[in-house]
């Protein structure tokens, strides 16, 4: 099964393309959107969550604040929503039962029937190691689709629904992602005596890998095992430690920056 996303700049658009690839035989229970959405105050009044709870997704993310959505919502699209509140992006809207499985919401969208369908998806993996690229493409105020394809041979036609109705990549996300971080990253890093220029990838692979939902909050000497496991010959090197450390911070300011924003 092939995980194929889309990240839109339009809502509207955003549900064309679902609509789009429900047309082309893409079943729903293996298509989500998720989207800004909910005031914070729905989500707090209704979501238990505290600055002690674990950043892990499973447990930071709240439970189901909406049930049935209306037609201006995106009814019309016909997949069971909810709204969840993301750690560090704020209240959500999420359409699908895929979303669930993304984000780890596990009992949080207990009204939605995942069925074999997401099942599959989970045993072949989804993509959690991109989150935070779905996350800062969220706080941008932009939306999100996930389509798993069973069916490879069409997974050319789904980029192509995507692309037609003004998707980016993730992977032109990814990049452009980093691109606003950069700079600051690299004076972050010169300032200490390191060549950002050759040590760029290593310590990027180690800011992104704290990004992971296993990870956040974690530090390096607490997670040094499962880094090691999965980024063999690359998590001892000290750059991969710089980029690590500063993905954990990054990872904190984006909680306490959007905890300030819900609060003024």
Not at 114 to 136: K, Q, W
Not at 144 to 151: G, I, L, N
Not at 201 to 219: C, I, P, Q, V, W
Request: proline share 3%.
């Amino acid at each position: 099964m092939d995980t194929v996303v889309g990240i839109f700049q339009s809502q509207s658009d955003a549900e064309s393309a679902i609509l789009e690839l429900q047309r082309i035989g893409i079943d729903q229970n293996h298509l989500t959107l998720l989207r800004p959405g909910t005031s914070d105050e729905q989500v707090e009044s209704s979501v238990p969550t505290s600055d002690t709870e674990s950043p892990g997704m499973g447990e930071a993310l709240g439970g189901a604040v909406g049930g049935a959505i209306g037609a201006a919502s995106g009814a019309t699209l016909g997949l069971a929503a909810a709204s969840l509140l993301l750690p560090g992006v704020g209240p959500i809207f999420v359409a699908g039962a895929l979303g669930a499985a993304l984000l780890g919401a596990g009992g949080a969208m207990a009204g939605i029937q995942a069925g074999d369908a997401v099942e599959s998806a989970l045993a072949n993996g989804l993509p959690h190691d991109e989150l935070f690229v779905y996350e800062d493409a969220l706080r941008q105020g932009r939306s999100v689709v996930v389509a798993a394809v069973e069916d490879d041979q069409i997974t050319p036609r789904v980029r192509t629904v995507l692309s037609d109705a003004g998707a980016e990549s993730v992977d032109a996300a990814r990049e452009n992602w980093w691109l606003g971080l950069r700079d600051d990253e690299q004076a972050e890093y010169e300032r200490s005596g390191g060549n950002f220029r050759q040590d760029e990838t290593s310590y990027r692979r180690g800011f992104e890998a704290a990004l992971h939902s296993n990870m956040r909050g974690r530090s390096f000497d607490d997670a040094a095992n499962e880094l090691r496991e999965k980024h063999q010959g690359t998590s001892a090197e000290k750059p991969f430690r710089s980029g690590y450390e500063r993905g954990q911070d990054y990872e904190r300011r984006c909680r306490l920056e959007k905890r300030k924003a819900s609060n003024a």
